[in-house]
Structure formats: structure tokens, C-alpha cells
């Protein structure tokens, strides 16, 4: 029976909270409604689906990286890296997860089929290959990202669905990705090539340069969002959430030069309380602006 808590553990289940992005579509384009349940629904179906794929490439991934992940001082508590999750089993729960995945995804949409694809060949490409290119990986992750945003807006009929969006994912995750890097570069200190060989091409302070770079340009576009997408109000009203992702660029950037956070960004969005208030206040201001007050 431990073969399925290791399983479930294997699968990331904490790492799904990046697939909320397939609801951007929906919340965003202001078809968020109990009186028309279909784009939701179709939006419910296209985030279990992405938790799906994306917990068949955590296995794969776990099964190709076992000898690396075996010598770093965190990773090799890993299910499979520590032989609690046996080969057979994992492979197994990876060639189900895929069979039911892909066929319901064509079944929703022939073109979120292909995004599923893409997004799953794209993973397996990563892992074996471009994961160990600096500038590339991260690069790669932020498109992981817009993948999910992209197969949300084909599940639904987008109205008015700002591009601007695509811009601050895409700026959003790379701020991520290269925080990321700099929290495994600063925890693995000396051991750093060994551990992820794509680390033998950064160094903190250009990381530190590119964060800079990114975390300034997402402020930016994301301000430019707020007042000139087509279906914010006329009366600028959503520039009055763009405090709360300042704070959030901010605060992660605290947590990641002063308190050396960051390894897993998905664990901070749960555990970091100041982090989680300035989300869930972001969340509940578009809520308001877009559907209780419904200014235009």
C-alpha cells in the first residue's frame, strides 16, 4: 500500500496550482457565470486534464533524472530516486495517466488536443535536451506556462481575450524560472554542476541581472494590461490591482535574496502568508471589477 501515497507524492499534486491558468481565459474574458456553465465546465475539464499531463511528465521526468536526483541533498527523497515507487509501477501510472489524458482532450477540441500535445512532447524534449541550455530552459518553462493560458482560451468562444496576457505569462514565468535557478545555484553552492549541469552556465549576479530585467518588464506589461486591453473598464478602474502584483514581485524577490527561498515557487504560494493575501486580494479586486460592479 506505499506504492500509492509514493505515487500520488511522485505526481506532484502541489505543482497543479500552476494549471489555474487554464482558467485565465474564462475569468479574464468575463465569461464566469452559474448561468452559463459551459465555458466553466470546459475550463474544469482542460485544468484535470493539464494535472494529468503534467503529473505524467513529473514520472517521466523522476525516471530519467534518477541517478542525478539520488545525489542531490533534497531530490534524492524522491519516491523513485529513493526505490520506494518501483520502475514497473511508475511507468505503469505514467501509460494510464496518458490514455485517459489525450483522448478526452481530442474530444474537447481537436486544436487543445494538439496544445496537449505540444505541451507533452515539448516537456519530454525539455527533459532530455534542452533543460541543460542556460537561457533556453527557462525560456522553455515560461512557454509551459503559456500553453496552459492558450489551451484554456481554446476550450471556450473568446470574446474579448487581451493579449497582454500572453505577454505577462510569458514575463511572469520567466521571473520564476530564473528566481528559481538562483534559490538551486545558492542551495547547491559549489555542488551546483553536479546536481543540474544547466547551472555551470549562470552565476547569482547575472542571474540577479536577469530577474531585474524580467520582474520590471512584468510591471510594466502588466500595467499596460490594466488600462488598454479591450475589455477592461473604460475608467481605468483595473489599474487599482496593480498594487497587489507589485507587492507580489516584490515579496518573492525578498523571499528569494533576503530569506534564500525559492527552489520551489510552488511551495511559497502555500506556505508564504503575505504572498498568499496578495494573490487572493489580486484575485478577489478582478472578481469585483469584473463581475459585482461590472463598470465599463
Not at 183 to 198: C, D
Request: hydrophobic share 55%; proline share 6%.
Amino acid at each position: 500500500m506505499k506504492i500509492l501515497p509514493a505515487l500520488l507524492k511522485t505526481m506532484r499534486p502541489r505543482q497543479w496550482t500552476k494549471n489555474v491558468l487554464v482558467f485565465a481565459a474564462v475569468i479574464f474574458d468575463r465569461q464566469l457565470s452559474i448561468t452559463h456553465p459551459v465555458p466553466l465546465t470546459r475550463s474544469l475539464a482542460g485544468f484535470i486534464l493539464f494535472c494529468a499531463l503534467s503529473s505524467t511528465v513529473y514520472i517521466i521526468n523522476d525516471l530519467v533524472d534518477v541517478e542525478a536526483d539520488r545525489q542531490h541533498p533534497v531530490k534524492r527523497n524522491r519516491p523513485i530516486a529513493s526505490g520506494v515507487l518501483p520502475y514497473p509501477a511508475a511507468i505503469a501510472a505514467a501509460g494510464v495517466l496518458l490514455l485517459f489524458s489525450l483522448p478526452i482532450a481530442f474530444w474537447l477540441s481537436p486544436l487543445f488536443f494538439g496544445i496537449s500535445a505540444g505541451y507533452l512532447v515539448l516537456n519530454i524534449a525539455y527533459s532530455n535536451w534542452l533543460k541543460h541550455i542556460p537561457i533556453i530552459d527557462v525560456l522553455i518553462l515560461a512557454a509551459f506556462y503559456v500553453l496552459r493560458v492558450a489551451g484554456g482560451a481554446e476550450l471556450i468562444t473568446v470574446e474579448r481575450f487581451s493579449p497582454w496576457l500572453y505577454v505577462v505569462t510569458t514575463l511572469g514565468a520567466l521571473y520564476i524560472g530564473f528566481g528559481k535557478r538562483r534559490a538551486e545555484l545558492s542551495l547547491l553552492a559549489e555542488a551546483a554542476n553536479s546536481h543540474r549541469r544547466v547551472l555551470s552556465g549562470y552565476t547569482i549576479p547575472f542571474l540577479d541581472q536577469l530577474i531585474t530585467i524580467v520582474s520590471g518588464t512584468t510591471i510594466v506589461a502588466y500595467s499596460l494590461y490594466t488600462f488598454s486591453a479591450p475589455n477592461v473598464p473604460a475608467d481605468h478602474t483595473m489599474m487599482l490591482t496593480i498594487p497587489f502584483v507589485l507587492y507580489g514581485v516584490f515579496r518573492y524577490l525578498y523571499l528569494l535574496q533576503v530569506k534564500q527561498a525559492g527552489g520551489a515557487p510552488e511551495d511559497l504560494i502555500i506556505t508564504d502568508r503575505p504572498l498568499q493575501a496578495a494573490v487572493l486580494l489580486w484575485g478577489l479586486s478582478i472578481f469585483l471589477i469584473f463581475y459585482i460592479f461590472k463598470l465599463h
